[in-house]
């Protein structure tokens, strides 16, 4: 399966805590002014890429403490992105997915593959970014109404529950 990525980044520290491994899916339909990676936002940009490959990729990566799906926006590639997923839970791999969407919107969605997709997440970094709430002293996100969100918590309450990740 096919997956347009603007970028792979092997060994990042600034998508998460740890050393993590970040897939950058190319296409965002936020388009959120100010945003961190403006070249993302084309649906026609980037280049395509074997999941098959980056899963391969990962395993072979000895040093890394998780993988990180950014963007771009995750969720417009969620097919691609929950086969990945998948062969990651597997090796009880730690998932972090940034995306502009709210919690609350993906688990409303009519799309099943943004559901499916969000239950394979373990911390979901939502909300648009917004300028006007920049904030460079927030861990992993860029403006105040960014919530880093337990994703398993949340499905269990049934509501959005914040974590705290230093």
Do not use: W
């Not at 096919?2 to 965002?28: H, M, N, T, W």
């Amino acid at each position: 399966m096919e997956l347009r990525v603007a970028g792979i980044v092997k060994e990042s520290v600034v998508d998460g805590p740890g050393f993590r491994y970040v897939i950058f899916a190319q296409g965002c339909s936020h388009c959120c002014k100010g945003c961190h990676n403006p070249d993302t936002h084309s649906l026609d940009g980037g280049y395509g890429i074997d999941t098959a490959y980056i899963i391969e990729d990962i395993k072979q990566s000895k040093y890394i403490d998780g993988v990180t799906f950014s963007g771009g926006e995750p969720f417009l590639q969620a097919d691609a992105f929950i086969h990945i997923a998948k062969k990651l839970r597997e090796a009880n791999t730690n998932i972090i997915c940034y995306t502009g969407f709210t919690y609350e919107e993906l688990i409303k969605s009519k799309d099943r593959s943004r559901i499916d997709l969000l239950g394979l997440v373990d911390i979901l970094i939502d909300g648009p970014y917004k300028e006007e709430q920049k904030d460079l002293a927030l861990a992993y996100r860029g403006s105040g109404n960014q919530r880093i969100i337990d994703v398993k918590r949340s499905q269990k309450k049934q509501k959005a529950v914040c974590k705290i990740i230093y």
